[in-house]
């Protein structure tokens, strides 16, 4: 993708348009009324047997939590007997997956519907701990999301989950500071260090380039983009392929960002993504990596940098291309649920095109479904979607496999060891080689 927003290829021309919260909002409740009015949207969802109590399990909404919260009682209105409770794990996934894991292997059924980070699929389908709900969708309906989400959902040909919304790395930039020095948006990781620096030297308090380096599964998204970048891997094929010179070279220049160019500032050694979103927010960074969801929030009524802020393609090496990591969330459903018809409905309602679109208007969060990337309203809302689905189409997933999240908790500790400036990149790849190799080896055995 060339480039998402003003700048670099576009020639300026395009600002991105940001169009007023009371617009977002105007829209949600014409939607909100359809998906009330118009109950035949759901098939399927009207013949729930009476009176029953679902759990909802979720990670903590970032936008509007109340018009979220009027999603799911459109959802009771159009299946009257069924009651939604939802609850908010924490909003890191690593504290999530721990609550799932701990509890799906006591085999609790007190929660129905759980929405899930696009890595856990896999693991959970192994372990039996999903219903299987091939049935929900055809191959026709899922050519309608995106294929990486799709894959992610699928084990050994049967489907555990449905795609909700979809995530890719993306470099959040300020428009006004770069117009201001006359510069465009990065391509190369070291563009990216030469503005900074520019930048800094005049506007005192501003950091430079601000990215989740805390040690969570957030770093390896973030360590990914430049190992990837730099045509580096973890595994090529079967092979553990992490102890590479492109992997050393990229992963150093995360720590020289702090270390040598002091373009990052030490904070980002700590922090996970709403820290960074906070600090990029108040107006105190020029450059930072997060997902899409932080859009919609810097362009809020009151935000300090409404109006200021473009997004682009993540940059790459010379030598290299950019290469987001895919994120994103699914829905499934508690093997052991009581209530599998209602938790299907659910399932089924949120993942819908109409709920989908309602909460990206609700929460930006961006629609798992293709065809709301060509939708009228959501153009007028965000007027780069096009070019975000480019990016989602090309964004890439995480190792897909049973075992990603043992490999994820080898490289946490060996990527925050090097970002913090304990360990060297040799040091580090030599040692998470080594432990993925053994991993695997157990693995292939078994
Ligand atoms: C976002 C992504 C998810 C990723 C997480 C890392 O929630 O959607 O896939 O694992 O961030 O912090």
Known sequence: MPDVQDGRSTGGASTAVIQSDMHAQIITYLLLG??????????????APPASRIVF???????????????????????PGI????????????????????NFEGGRADFDVVSMDVIWVPEFS????????????????????????????TYRNRLYAVPWYIDAGLLFFRKDLLAKYG??????????????????????????????GKQYEGLVCNALEYLWSNNGDVLRG?????????????????????????????????????????????????????????????NAEKSPVKGRVGITTLPSFRKGASQPVLGGW?????????????????????????????????????PARKSLYRDRELMLQQSFLPELYRLFMKARPRPVTPYYMMLSQVLQPEFSAVVAGLKTPEDALASAQKQIEHILEAEYDQ
Request: glycine share 6%; proline share 6%; aromatic share 12%.
């Open 34 to 47: 359809t998906i009330i009015v118009n109950s035949n949207c759901f098939p399927g969802t009207k013949d």
């Open 57 to 79: 399990k979720h990670g903590k909404v970032s936008g509007d939590y109340e018009r979220f919260k009027t999603l799911l009682k459109a959802f009771e209105k159009n299946n």
């Open 83 to 102: 009651v939604v409770e939802d609850e908010a794990l924490p909003a890191s996934t690593d504290e999530q997956h721990q609550f799932y894991v701990i």
């Open 126 to 153: 192994r372990a039996g701990w999903l219903l299987d709900i091939t049935d929900m969708l055809s191959e026709k309906e899922k050519a309608e999301f995106f294929p990486g989400p799709i894959r992610a959902v």
């Open 183 to 212: 510069l465009s948006p990065p391509e190369t990781w070291q563009d990216l260090v030469s503005s900074s620096l520019l930048i800094m030297s005049t506007e005192p308090g501003v950091h430079g380039f601000i990215w989740q």
């Open 238 to 298: 079967e092979r553990v392929a992490i102890n590479s010179p492109e992997n050393i070279r990229a992963l150093r220049f995360m720590r020289d960002l702090i270390a040598r160019y002091g373009v990052s500032p030490s904070l980002v050694t700590t922090s996970s993504e709403e820290p960074c979103r906070h600090i990029f927010g108040n107006g105190r960074a020029v450059f930072m990596r997060n997902w899409p969801y932080a859009w919609n929030l810097f």
């Open 330 to 366: 699914q829905l499934g459903i508690n093997r052991h649920t009581k209530h599998p018809a209602e938790a299907r409905a659910l399932v089924r309602f949120l993942t819908s095109p109409e709920s989908q679109k309602m909460l990206f208007l609700a929460a930006g969060y961006y």
